[in-house]
């Protein structure tokens, strides 16, 4: 459909009036929209096919006038606006930017090497990490010094293809690359077929002695069927070689390409000069079984990069608001009430504000059970509401969401590498420098004694040893684990984490809401004096509010929001006090709450877990009962029959701590203790201890940043989750022995795949040099080892 053109209508993309007669216009949205000059036509259409026409959507403005540019720049700049960049970059604690990129055309570990260390030169990039197995990257920059087109049109200048990573067009986009593939691999099949059945007349003579002009036949028809599998099929091949060459280093396919343009220059000159041998039949089953093997081991890459991806697509692309209207779910801000029905996900963050309902968690925590949520309770993007209409506040945006910072935090563990990785990847970089000097050496020597079989060695040699499975030993299988991980609700927040649980022997547990529900109950009043217990009750709720804590929780019920405390100060580890008509009100542990020259008047302190004072005189006393978690017995029991010594650190008074421990059978008790107490009970432990610690409070933050490596709980303060190596989303402590098994196997799956990659190139090296290793069966053995490896680190996955 054509617009009619008026003076008056103005440009779908400025908003600059159209001149009359004007002829430039973009379909955009289902409709031909009227654009004022050639500059803006450009622009809009490649905004429109860089995938981002929810631009025009949800902008708030029209876009500044555009001026006709280089296409790439033009492409790239749209980046740059800030519109655009709300879906996809995020500001970091240091107000530095992020964002994770889908990268094109990363085939091994030199591709990632070669992109890492051309961004890292460039002013204002803080971070760059490439994953070669999901072909994600993790960028931070400063934006007040270089802007995101220009790191990308950097990225572009050595021969790779990126764009901010988005679920369903990294989807597409590894759709299209597999068919590609497809295509190379139908035609290099179909050649490879037709130029061995030539080869086997030629070379065994089945029609009898063969007359020289029909043997130069035959080479003729083997050119012309080898042709199109050396320029097209082989093409992948070529690429990464010429990206490895321009940046002056050496990726896993210069040798392979070097080893196919010799033997078809060879076979060529062969032909022509109708002297000498042909390998049309090597070059036509190199490339076949190169592809097949690229083919299986992208797949398989695929199958343990998929599952990030695929918690992002559960979040629904449209949102109800209260009012019935249906916008996008991206454009959902802070403050906006949104209706969801029984069945749909939840479009993001937020508070139930009307309704009780079921929650299907499981693609977060790994429980299949629903849970229920009512009126005040926090429910996530992504999970599934079970059987009740439900009203709710978005409370986080998109960007920050949970589901989010689960895919950002996995990214970031997933680029971890093992010290051995890193060797590993070192290694493979100058083992392409030795395999050509050999390769070199090897056609030297054999030209000097057998030269017909000079050229069909260096061929095997180059081939045969190509360290592909060296490169994806490590990044398979840390992928693989934390795509496991993710699934047991276990979020990675450092990439240390599945190298150091390997080495813990020592079990830091705090105990209310880690070896506890964190449900706390009160079961006693006592008050001293005249004092109502009801008006204590108040008052203690009142000091309460101040803190952030589960035992807080317990006196929520009496809050009257009548008493006006203040100077209100929150000693973490001991309580709180505050000032209220000139006297000085506290609230927590007995030794914090009294004046001490008077704790001999009260025998019976430790009973009592909170105490009221005012003016340090005791008001009141509380008893508290928080259940023990069902999971923390077998938690200790199996970690203490894997040799690991446990022991509980809390701040809670010694009779509450070891009825705890005894009932949990814990060897060690350190209580009443102060966040600073616990940190320093950390660093008097021995050397040799590699600690694990498990906490929930703002007072476990010190110890969770000090211990090797920790965990927060899910229910948790925010402040012990930013301060843990991993975050238990749900509350089965078992998992954590769980996530330990798992660690152990991906170390044991990474030694394996090294210990194959290595054994297998030092074997065949020396045979390949020897002469005894036919092409074919060269690169049948190089395809094989990577996807052995591949497979080996699937196995992570079950």
Sequence with gaps: MTIDKHVHDECYHCGDPVPSGSQFEVEILGQRRPMCCPGCEAVATTIVQSGLTSYYEYRTTPAEKADLVPEQL?????????????????????????????VEGVSCAACAWLIEKQLIRENGVISIRVNTTTHRALLVWDPLQVQLSHLLSVIHKIGYQASPFEADAQELQYHNIMKQYLYKLGIAGIATMQ????????????????????????????????????????????????????????????????????????????????????????????????????????????????ASANLLKLIPNM?????????????????????????????????????????????????????????GD????????????????????????????????????????????EIADHVARYFVAAILIIAAGTWYYWHQNQPNDALWITLSVLVATCPCALSLATPTAITCSTSTLSKLGILLRRGHVLETLCKVNRLVLDKT???????????ETRTFGDIEQDKALMIAAELERFANHPIAQAFSQYRQQNVLFENVENEIGCGLKATLNGDEWRIGKY?????????????NSNEFSVWLTCNQQPIAAFQLDDPIRQESALLVKQCQQHGIKVTMLTGDN??????????LNIDEVIANQTPQGKLAYLNELSADDVVLMIGDGVNDAPVLAGAHLSVAMGGGTDIAKSSADMVLLGDKLERILEARTLALKTRKIIRENLSWALGYNLIILPLAVSGLVAPYYAVVGMSASSIIVVSNSLRLLK
């Design 319 to 375: 949102a109800t608001l209260a009012n019935g209207e249906q916008i996008a779910a991206k454009t959902l801000k802070l403050g906006d009430v949104v209706t969801i029905l029984p069945g749909e996900h939840f479009p993001a963050d937020g508070v139930i504000n009307k309704g009780l309902t079921t929650v299907n968690e499981s693609m977060l925590t790994g429980e299949s059970v629903p849970v229920t949520r009512a009126i």
């Design 654 to 663: 010694t009779i509450h701590a070891n009825d705890v421990a005894k009932q």
């Design 195 to 306: 130029v061995m059945m030539l080869a086997f007349a030629l070379y065994f003579e089945v029609f009898g002695d063969l007359d020289i002009e029909f043997k130069n036949y035959l080479r003729w028809v083997s050119l012309i069927f080898a042709t199109p599998v050396l320029l097209y099929s082989a093409l992948p091949f070529y690429i990464n070689a010429w990206r490895s060459l321009k940046a002056y280093t050496l990726g896993m396919d210069v040798p392979v390409s070097i080893a196919l343009l010799f033997a078809y220059g060879a076979s060529l000159y062969a032909t022509v000069m109708e002297k000498g041998e042909v390998f049309f039949e090597s070059i036509s089953m190199f490339t076949f079984f190169l592809l097949l093997g690229r083919f299986l081991e992208m797949r398989a890459r695929r199958q343990a990069a998929a």
């Design 591 to 603: 030794d914090f709450a009294t004046d001490i020259e008077n704790s001999k008047s009260f025998k």
């Design 74 to 102: 033009k492409s790239l700049s749209l980046y740059d606006h800030v519109d655009i960049q709300q879906d996809f970059v995020r500001t970091t604690e240091q107000n530095f930017s992020e964002v994770s990129l889908s």
């Design 513 to 523: 809401g880690t070896l506890t529900e964190g449900n706390v109950r009160l079961i």
């Design 378 to 421: 926090k429910v996530y993007a992504g999970t599934i509401n079970g059987d009740a209409n439900i009203t709710m506040t978005v409370t986080v945006n998109r960007n920050d969401s949970l589901i989010s910072n689960i895919v950002r935090l996995q990214d970031e563990a997933q680029l971890s590498k093992p010290k051995v990785a």
